[in-house]
């Protein structure tokens, strides 16, 4: 089946650094990838949807200076926390759509991310 | 824009037994229903989905049934055993993206 991955699974950082989530569709090409953000007990909420080697699509509320997406390939997405704050820290999960099955969505593990 | 509701938030039967979690989705326009479990500290696990052309679909313990005209779906887990304990979501298809329920926490008690 359609295998996605992230990296890293988990990470801290202080306050005011950048940090970098690498979302990978391992057996097939992603022309699609979703980012999405989850608090504790919370459901998903979708952050932005990125096409391979066009600009990401943010959703209302989300600053895309802050949360900066690069689908430079078919098969890895990247998102970028800068200047990261405390109210960052949560789990952010990216999904990948498989160009032969058009309506599914296939979800990485998550990273953990914890600003101190 | 599309809105998903889910019902109950937490639900807690007695292993052996069904288990029954309930959608409904504002946009008529969806087509796709999929359903995820997600696990502490995990991704979404697709489980079964389901499209707007067919009514029911069923995976072994697990099945999905839609209603078209009253927007909503349900998934239908039978014969629970202690791994089903989870968080279950359940999307709708908006355009080309997903809009989540708020999840449901399933408890299988042994």
């Known amino acids: 089946g359609a295998v996605v991955s992230q990296h890293p699974s988990w990470v801290i950082c202080k306050s005011g650094t950048s940090v970098k989530i690498e979302c990978r569709s391992l057996?097939?090409?992603?022309?699609?990838m979703f980012w999405y953000r989850q608090f504790p007990k919370q459901s998903l909420m979708l952050m932005a949807t990125?096409?391979?080697?066009?600009?990401?699509?943010?959703e209302q509320g989300v600053e895309k200076d802050k949360f900066l997406i690069n689908h430079a390939s078919l098969t890895l997405s990247t998102l970028t926390v800068t200047s990261a704050h405390p109210e960052d820290s949560s789990f952010y999960i990216c999904?990948?759509?498989?160009?032969?099955?058009?309506?599914?969505?296939?979800f990485g593990p998550g990273t953990r991310l914890t600003v101190t | 824009g599309e809105n998903v509701e889910q019902h109950p938030s937490t639900l807690s039967v007695q292993e052996g037994d069904s288990a029954v979690i309930k959608c409904t989705y504002s946009d008529s326009a969806s087509n796709y229903f999929p359903w995820y479990k997600q696990e502490l500290g995990k991704g979404p696990q697709l489980i079964i989905d389901?499209?707007?052309?067919?009514g029911e679909k069923k995976d072994q313990r697990i099945a999905v049934t839609l209603n078209k005209t009253a927007k909503h779906f349900s998934l239908h887990i039978t014969e629970t055993q202690p791994e089903d304990s989870a968080v279950y979501f359940c999307?709708?298809?908006?355009?080309?993206?997903?809009?989540f329920g708020p999840g449901t926490r399933l408890s299988v008690l042994p």
């Open positions: 999904s990948a759509r498989d160009p032969r099955h058009s309506y599914e969505q296939y």
């Open positions: 999307a709708a298809r908006y355009g080309q993206n997903f809009v």
């Open positions: 990125s096409n391979e080697g066009s600009k990401a699509t943010y």
């Open positions: 057996d097939f090409q992603a022309t699609t």
């Open positions: 389901i499209r707007s052309n067919v």
